[in-house]
């Protein structure tokens, strides 16, 4: 028997949680550590006395000296919840005015800034008035969470999202506003506040519940003891699953347990039909109750690319509300629903089915199938859910009745119509020789090609048309609609089904054409950017690349705005498409810091003009996007918005890409800066060092003892002192060259030169280290002028043979030698030392590089002259001579327009 | 003759020190000023001879010194600077100094400056004595119009001519390209530096034995030229 140590690993494997996992729980935590936290008041109904239980629990944190602060409390005016606010520091409310009314509102950016410990905000599920930041209260919350502020809040059952239906359903009454479970399940604590039925009835009788007075009705119908029951239940359950949620997760942390929950995983089919919604909110308490992750999907087949836009409009809202609740979704391409829904199960390892119950009526069930059928057959071991999926008779409006869209474009039926005469023509021209089922023929050949080129509408018309016209013309009696023949009946109805079934065929692969050929435009789309964004450098192409794809696959104008170098605040990119006022950058600096997406179509700021994403790389986020899209609802279906999420992560990833390379050359410049300043220092230090040694000491030894010494010696002394000094003065001088050249604060003052007086000038400047020299110049007279800086090209040529002096023989010969062409003049001097170290010749320009150890020379005089040249346009090299020793030559080019000739003189 | 005076305007105590010393030592009389305004008073009191101006002072720019010294002497000023400042010396030089040293000089080149600054206000003294003006192998007679190198007749152009006796004239003092434009080609070819050169090869290849070795025509990177006076 084998036990190989691969399988004991893996039996180690499936009993132990897996270190990804760890780390993943332990960032959690980290980041739980950070957040405040949140502590919610839950209540069965209106009336339980939440607010009373929160403003108590405050006052008890107040007196531990907690900084709390009421945020916003509504009390509803009564006596006993006035009483315990005061003393507490309460937060002004923003008063927003709203079609006249001025409305009251949570102060977000007050509270912000006040920043306590603890801050109450009471009604979690509020709906904030248009024209604040977010379009719901507990996204403030979120935002004060993740500011670190502790929040209490209160909230009924019944405002929890996935719960909403079934308190529709048990009371009646739709409620709007709700709060997602998982801001919910987020929550650090929940205290349920219970009261009895009986009780909070007496307090509604008593009048102790505030109703406002628009509502009073409806309130009526709510509070009745059923109902209240009912809600309690929920409550209570709710509670109760989270703590057995609390202990799962105990269990988890503690590794109690060896049955961790099989991998399951929940499969939602949506359908365009109302009732989705509830579909979804059913599919997500049972992955809840699973701890299972789920997926939301919708089939796209060819029948429902024709749908009205509303009702895909709302296929889009159930989607957005999956992602909400925690779902990933999907939207399938595929021809029928059960063989795209099983194979991406399949595919995905899904372990349970969520579908709604089929309403076809009985007879299309017999005739087509049901969808339940299908998937029943063709599961395997997949378990299917059926939900009943009975109309909600409130919250989204039922679908109206699909109308045919009136096609906004007549041409194809007038090609229809064309195709049609032309067939008749054809058909009438053939007459004497054909038999009629061959006409038939020519008319299904004309259907054929208007269904293959126009789609459903005008093949429709088109077979419709050539029965009639195949009737009056061809089928006797001619030229009248009755038939003679009662057989042509059934040669009409056969050609009427092939026209339709062919155009309805031909309609149905245009349409899958085209889904396919958008998906693969923006899989092509996607892949052209981030093939381009992969060869460029330079953040600045890299966004101009980004902009003008994302731009024209999401046909908008499109913005990215980046961190300025210094601080967090954004600044716009200077390849935007359109500008972002202060208003926009606000609402793009608030999706900066908090990561979330907001504007255009979001629930967050929903009123600026444009989408905002943030562009999120492996390090954190590196800036914002801002996209404009022409048709202000063109990213509203999660289809698009993954796409665009796709465009923007690649872009991110681009962006980090620059910012890593920025850094890392940054990085390399601090390091060479740094190894410079070093050489610089030590190099300065003894080459200023040595001469001053020399002078002092010579300085010193005359003054003690001049006399004693005789005049040979004494003239020696003073000979140094005057060497030393001339020695330093150029070492100072080229520091200051150096400084100049390196802070661009170098000017050339180019005049245009005869190359000699510069070559002349340098050697009487170095006329004392070169006379024992022997120079051999030669500079041709029709050697044309030079446009250069004299001052600085003579220095170029005193550095040169500053060197060649310093490193040959006394007395060996310098050879200085000037050329031209139409372009550039070259200087070559050359001299008969002992050469340059085999692959130095590029070396020695560096700065501080000595020939020798111990070389002369801070090392700066080739730099420097490199420096010169290169401002001149020209280059510089040196290469060993064949013959022994070394050459340094130089260009500089001829540019610009020579200057008159001179005028002779006679 | 008595004993030249020079007036020093300078701020450096040690620099002050080593004119003194090297002044003094060839007998000349030495006034000293360590800012701009002290040492326009002391011009205007010790009346000298020659004038050395730093062009950095504490107080005011050696510029203004120039400038308000000449509203009321011609007194040859030498001016003090660094290389490197090519411009300032060529606006020192416009602006009415006579010469320039650049820092650090010794002690020959000093001398030589002053001599040659005493040597131009004498002769303006005594204008139309020298007709001939001999340097090494080089001799201009400005009579006769002869210009001879180690005894051989040389002939030039009139303008080459013309400029040689410009640069005679001011021999042994640096003379800017504007200057020499002006004088030899007119005040409308100022621009024309290139003349210049072009025609100070020209009397190079004439006059010098090496000429991308000058001995006589010496040039002052991106100021002009001097013509070698001892």
């Not at chain 1, 409390?73 to 006035?82: I, L, M």
């Not at chain 1, 300043?677 to 030894?701: E, F, M, Q, W, Y």
């Amino acid at each position: 028997m084998r036990a190989g140590p691969g399988r004991y690993t893996r039996a180690v494997g499936t009993d132990r949680p897996d270190p990804e996992a760890l780390l993943a729980r332990v960032k959690a935590e980290e980041a739980r550590q950070r957040r405040g936290k949140l502590k919610i008041f839950l209540g069965a109904a209106a009336g339980v006395g939440k607010t009373y239980a929160m403003l108590e629990a405050v006052r008890e944190q107040k007196a531990d000296g907690v900084d709390a602060v009421a945020g916003y409390v509504e009390t509803h005016g009564r006596a006993e919840t006035d009483a315990l606010l005061a003393g507490l520091e309460i937060l002004p409310p923003k008063t927003v005015d709203y079609r006249g009314t001025a409305l009251r509102e949570f102060d977000l950016d007050a509270a912000l800034a006040r920043h306590p410990t603890l801050i109450l905000v009471d009604e979690l599920a509020h709906t904030n008035a248009p024209g604040l930041r977010h379009a719901k209260r507990w996204q403030d919350v979120v935002e004060l969470l993740d500011a670190g502020i502790n929040v209490y809040t209160t909230m009924n059952v019944q405002h929890l999202e996935t719960l909403n239906d079934i308190v529709a359903k048990i009371t009646g009454v739709v409620v709007r506003e709700t709060v997602p479970d998982s801001v919910f399940e987020q929550a650090d604590e929940v205290e349920l506040i219970d009261l009895p039925p009986d009780e909070l009835l007496e307090r509604f009788k008593d009048g102790k519940v505030y109703i406002p007075d628009q509502a009073q009705e409806a309130v009526k119908n709510f509070f009745r003891k059923g109902n209240l029951i009912a809600l309690r239940e929920l409550a209570l359950r709710r509670t109760a699953e989270r703590v057995d949620a609390q202990m799962r997760l105990y269990m988890h942390e503690h590794a109690i347990g060896k049955a961790w929950p099989t991998a399951e995983r929940l499969l939602v089919c949506i359908s365009p039909g109302p009732e989705s919604a509830r579909l979804v909110r059913a599919g997500k308490r049972m992955a809840d109750r699973l701890g299972a992750p789920w997926v939301a999907a919708y089939v796209e087949t060819p029948a429902q690319l024709r749908l009205p836009p509303e009702v895909r409009d709302r296929v889009t809202q159930t989607l957005r509300l999956a992602e909400q609740l925690g779902a990933e979704t999907v939207r399938l391409p595929g021809q029928k629903m059960s063989e795209a829904i099983l194979a991406f199960a399949h595919d995905r390892n899904v372990t349970k089915i969520v579908v709604g119950k089929p309403r076809r009526r009985l007879w299309t069930r017999i005739l087509i199938g049901s969808i339940v059928d299908a998937l029943v057959q063709g599961s395997g071991d997949i378990d299917i859910y059926v939900i009943s999926a009975e109309r909600e008779q409130h919250g989204v409006p039922p679908a109206p009745v699909r109308r045919r869209a009136i096609p906004s474009d007549w041409v194809p039926y007038g090609w229809a119509m064309a195709v049609v005469a032309l067939a008749t023509g054809a058909a009438w021209l053939t007459l004497p020789f054909f038999e009629l089922a061959n006409q038939v023929m020519v008319y299904l050949l004309g259907i054929v090609v208007v269904a293959t080129r126009y789609g459903r509408g005008p093949s429709l018309m088109a077979s419709i048309l050539s029965v009639a016209v195949l009737d009056f013309l061809f089928v006797p009696p001619v030229f009248t609609f009755a038939v003679s023949d009662v057989r042509y009946l059934f040669t009409f109805v056969v050609m009427l089904i092939v026209g339709l079934v062919t155009s309805s065929l031909a309609a149905r692969i245009r349409m899958q054409a085209e889904a396919a050929r958008q998906r693969e435009q923006r899989t092509a789309a996607l892949y052209a950017m981030s093939r381009e964004l992969a060869s460029t450098r330079g953040l600045e192409e890299l966004l101009k690349i980004a902009v003008r794809h994302i731009s024209e696959v999401f046909r908008s104008q499109v913005v990215v705005l980046l961190p300025g170098t210094g601080g967090e605040s954004l600044v716009s990119s200077s390849c935007g498409q359109f500008t972002v006022d202060s208003n926009e950058l606000g609402v793009a600096k608030w999706v900066h810091e908090h990561h979330q997406p907001a504007g255009l179509g979001t629930s967050t700021l929903p009123g600026a003009t444009a989408l905002y994403l943030s562009l999120q790389a492996p390090r954190g986020p590196v800036g914002v996007l801002g996209i404009r899209p022409a048709d202000r609802h063109a990213l509203d279906s999660p289809d698009q918005l993954h796409q665009l999420e796709t465009f923007s992560n690649q872009t991110a990833l681009a962006i980090e890409r620059a910012n890593l390379a920025d850094e890392a050359q940054q990085a390399q410049v601090r390091i060479e800066t740094e190894r410079l300043r070093n050489s610089l220092l030590s190099s300065v230090s003894h080459d200023l060092r040595t001469p001053l040694a020399t002078i002092k000491g010579a300085a010193t030894t005359m003054l003690d003892s001049g006399s004693k010494l005789d005049a040979p010696t004494q003239k020696e002394l003073l000979e140094s002192v005057r060497e030393e000094a001339d020695r330093l003065n150029r070492l100072v001088q080229n520091l200051l060259e150096m400084t100049r050249l390196e802070s661009g604060a170098l000017q050339l003052r180019r005049e245009w030169h005869p190359l000699e007086e510069v070559v002349g000038s340098a050697l009487s400047r170095l006329g004392k280290e070169l006379a024992d020299r022997r120079v051999d110049t030669h500079v041709p007279p029709d050697l044309p002028l030079v446009p250069i800086d004299d001052v600085l090209i003579e220095q170029v040529l005193v550095n040169l043979l500053d060197n060649a002096v310093k490193y040959t023989p006394a007395s060996s010969p310098i050879r200085i030698l000037a050329t031209s062409t139409d372009e550039a003049v070259t200087v070559e001097i050359a001299d008969h030392g002992p050469g340059l170290p085999r692959g130095d010749e590029d070396k020695v320009f560096e700065k501080f590089y000595r020939g020798l150890p111990g070389g002369r020379g801070a090392g700066l005089g080739l730099a420097i002259s490199q420096g010169i040249v290169k401002a001149h346009g020209g280059h510089i090299w040196a290469q060993n001579l064949p013959e022994g020793g070394v050459a340094f030559l130089f260009t500089l080019p001829l540019a610009g327009k020579p200057p008159a000739s001179v005028p002779a003189d006679a | 003759m008595p004993d030249p005076v020079v007036v020093v305007i300078e701020d450096e105590p040690q620099i002050r020190k080593f004119l003194r010393a090297t002044l003094e030592g060839q007998g000349y009389r030495l006034f000293e000023a360590s800012t701009g305004a002290d040492g326009v008073v002391e011009i205007g009191s010790r009346q000298p001879d020659v004038v050395i101006v730093d062009l950095g002072l504490p107080d005011m720019d050696g510029l203004e010194v120039i400038r308000r010294v000449r509203e009321w002497t011609a007194v040859p000023v030498i001016v003090l600077s660094a290389r490197g400042q090519e411009r300032d010396k060529v606006t020192a030089l416009d602006a009415g100094a006579d010469d320039y040293m650049s820092k650090p000089f010794g002690a020959g080149e000093l001398l030589a400056r002053v001599r040659v600054a005493l040597r131009h206000t004498a002769g303006a003294s005594h204008e139309g004595d020298d007709t001939v003006f001999v340097v090494g192998g080089l001799r201009v007679d400005l009579l006769h119009r002869q210009v001879q190198v180690d005894g051989k007749e040389i002939h030039l152009t009139p303008i080459e001519y013309r400029l040689l006796t410009t640069l005679v004239h001011y021999a042994g003092k640096v003379v800017t390209h504007q200057h020499l434009l002006r004088e030899v080609w007119g005040p409308s070819h100022t621009e024309q530096a290139h003349y210049a050169r072009v025609y100070m090869a020209h009397l190079r290849h004439k006059l010098e034995v090496e000429p991308a070795r000058p001995r006589y025509l010496l040039t002052e990177p991106g100021v002009g030229y001097r013509l070698a006076a001892e």
